[in-house]
């Protein structure tokens, strides 16, 4: 195994934080966390799906029920390092 691996929580039951945007013109975003995803079985369709099951269901995003969201972009935060810190 090893040295930087992150043993605290399995690829199983993941957290990863997606975020929603509304606008790019007027910058309206908001993030949405979603828990307990299994990264080893979890297709980009099904993060999709699971992304606008809790836009649609959830309190805060009546907002954003409306908009079409059709793309995904991932960021990456390599074992918890601040994006742009080395050193």
Known sequence: MS???NTTLPITEATITV??????EYRTE???VLHKLDLQK????????I???AIQS???????????LDTLKL???AHGAKAGRYG
């Not at 979890?42 to 799906?49: D, F, S």
């Open 3 to 5: 040295a930087l691996t």
């Open 19 to 24: 975020r929603v945007i509304k606008s790019f």
């Open 30 to 32: 908001k993030s949405l």
């Open 42 to 49: 979890t297709t980009v369709g099904e993060l999709k799906n």
């Open 51 to 53: 992304a606008k099951q």
């Open 58 to 68: 959830g309190p805060g995003w009546k907002a954003y029920r409306n908009v079409d």
């Open 75 to 77: 960021y990456t935060k």
